[in-house]
């Protein structure tokens, strides 16, 4: 492709709301234009790109034996309340009326649609084991999209659902799924980790990983220990049993509970600062509206509560902070809140169930509590592993220490279970003539969500970036100095010719700009492989480089095919 006439609009510098680096480095090089915020255009390079990260999608995925299929992404409302899912979704879900006021969703997901597809089709345990995948765009309405294609309201996304007779047949589906992910994702030169996860809004009955491309960027915090043997992200992991010291408290002989005047200690870090003790002898009430109730969570001074956790221990639909009245109604002051005297259930994590006598906030402005003790001066509902974990944790398979690193979630994998099946009838006749339902599982991959990932792996403010081989958009990119040279203008159109006939993907850059006007739009663009014809032409010599190990020499023309030969055969 001649780059004199081709839409690859770079930018010297990238527009001001521009965080991530992946944001501005697909701006700059002429990849993506936003046309509103979380919705962008795919220009030619980036469509390109996009186009060979769903070449790989599809042929690992027809690999695994999946079947390829196509569905609308305008879904009918009621679907989504048999599943149970149209109010527990939330406003991600983007929601519309047709003409006759019947309601709809533009997806942002499929589990509905394709058991629906299946319900109505497939009746007999012969036809299954059966897996269907599509590559679609999908919608959500994100509160905050940000960080260009890593948080958008609409993007590309594979999604594939498996349909077994029994769990036995969804286990092998799903790790037969779990390893075509490890192949696209290696052959799309991400450096990622595979990590135990929650199930979230998709919901299921067995197990779950996510796929993490490790970057600084990422929302996700990935927990793992040293050796590699234990992997979760943050809202999954759980702490190794530590050794606790017998300090010989009996709760039966603790001193009376006493008022402590603590004026403006609203934070655990002011409270610490003004007693002169450790956050972990002290206890935070967290309040909380769980579908609409109002409860209280107790966690050491040191932890964080773990929302996902306490969903699930409480088998909740809804979780969020209490707003000031609402813990207000509930008996709590906010910055000096505790359990004594709270009129609401109260949740304790299993940090602050153990022997103890603790300090916590006395529901009165500027005052907390010491010498509390569970049991004896409140009372907990309900007791549980509700916090994240930390690095002053072990890990639970080792008992070694933990590392944490940040990722961007770029593919899941669910076991389903009959979720879905039993709510919407997708059933089967078995060998006996019994109706069963389908035992499904669910796997999705960010598809444009990898063009940012790559692009923070390999990508810096100074240079650019540098593409796998598989994904680049070209696998060469071919650049004349000067249209004003004879000998380099019929070297470079020579080299053109001879390449577009092997079947390499070549970009020329045959305008009529500056040496460094080139160099600089190259670095941005990434292609992996430069061929630069300049004064040496005339000897037939041309510049060869290669972006990825930062080598580059002076070779002719037959070596230069030969050693793009070998880059990509490799």
Not at 201 to 208: F, L, N, P, R, V
Not at 210 to 218: C, D, S, T, V
Not at 393 to 410: A, K, M, N, S, Y
Not at 426 to 449: H, N, T
Request: one cysteine or more; a negative charge.
């Amino acid at each position: 492709m001649r780059q004199d006439k081709l839409l690859i609009p770079t930018l010297r510098e990238a527009p001001a709301d521009a965080e991530a680096l992946s944001h501005k480095l697909l701006l700059r090089g002429g990849y993506i234009r936003q046309l509103a915020a979380g919705v962008y255009t795919y220009l030619p390079l980036g469509w390109r790109v996009l186009k060979k990260v769903s070449e790989i999608v599809r042929e690992e995925m027809d690999r695994a034996g999946a079947q390829e299929l196509l569905m609308p992404a305008m879904q009918p409302a009621e679907l989504w309340r048999e599943s149970g899912r149209y109010d527990v979704y939330g406003p991600e879900l983007i929601r519309l009326k047709d003409r006759h006021d019947r309601e709809f969703a533009l997806g942002p997901t499929h589990e509905e649609v394709i058991t629906t597809v299946v319900r109505n089709d497939v009746y007999s345990y012969r036809k299954l084991p059966m897996t269907l995948y599509q590559i679609q765009t999908k919608y959500r309405d994100e509160r905050r999209p940000r960080f260009g294609l890593l948080r958008g309201r609409e993007f590309m996304m594979k999604d594939a659902y498996s349909f077994d007779t029994d769990w036995e047949g969804l286990d092998k589906n799903y790790w037969n799924m779990y390893h075509a992910y490890e192949r696209i994702f290696t052959r799309c030169g991400l450096n990622f980790r595979a990590v135990e996860a929650d199930a979230g809004s998709i919901g299921g009955e067995g197990g779950t990983h996510e796929f993490m491309a490790l970057a600084e960027i990422g929302e996700d915090t990935i927990v793992s220990s040293v050796n590699g043997d234990y992997a979760a992200n943050l809202e999954k992991a759980v702490a190794g049993p530590r050794v606790r010291k017998d300090t010989g408290f009996d709760p039966g002989t603790a001193p009376a509970v006493e008022e402590l005047h603590t004026p403006g200690a609203s934070t655990i870090q002011q409270l610490t600062d003004s007693l002169g003790i450790q956050a972990d002898q002290l206890v935070k009430t967290m309040l909380y509206v769980v579908d609409g109730k109002t409860i209280a969570v107790l966690v050491r001074g040191d932890h964080e509560v773990n929302e996902v956790k306490l969903k699930n221990l409480l088998g909740a639909e809804n979780v969020r902070l209490a707003e000031y009245a609402e813990a207000a109604a509930a008996g709590a002051v906010t910055g000096f809140a505790g359990p004594v005297g709270l009129n609401i259930p109260i949740i304790v994590d299993e940090d602050v169930a153990v022997p103890a006598a603790w300090i916590v906030g006395a529901n009165k402005a500027d005052y907390h509590l010491k010498n509390v003790v569970l049991g004896r001066d409140f009372s907990a509902e309900r007791t549980g592993d509700v916090r994240n974990v930390t690095e002053d944790d072990v890990c639970p398979v080792t008992g070694g220490p933990l590392q944490f690193h940040r990722g961007i979630e770029v593919g899941h994998v669910f076991k389903l279970g009959t979720k879905y099946s039993e709510k919407l009838g997708a059933k089967f006749l078995d060998p006996s003539g019994k109706e069963q339902p389908m035992i499904m599982g669910c796997y999705g991959i960010g598809v444009s969500r990898i063009l940012s990932a790559v692009t923070e792996q390999r990508g810096d403010e100074a240079g650019g970036m540098v593409w796998p081989a598989e994904i680049t958009p070209y696998q060469v990119h071919l650049i004349l100095i000067s249209v004003k040279d004879t000998a380099q203008v019929e070297l470079a159109e020579a080299i053109y010719t001879r390449l577009q006939e092997a079947g390499v993907e070549v970009l020329f850059d045959d305008r009529d700009e500056r040496a460094g006007v080139k160099f600089k739009d190259a670095d941005l663009i990434g292609v992996p492989l430069r061929v630069t014809v300049g004064k040496q032409a005339g000897e037939g010599l041309v510049e060869f480089k290669n972006r990825s190990t930062g080598e580059n020499g002076v070779l002719n023309v037959d070596q230069v095919a030969e050693e793009i030969a070998k880059f990509y055969t490799k």
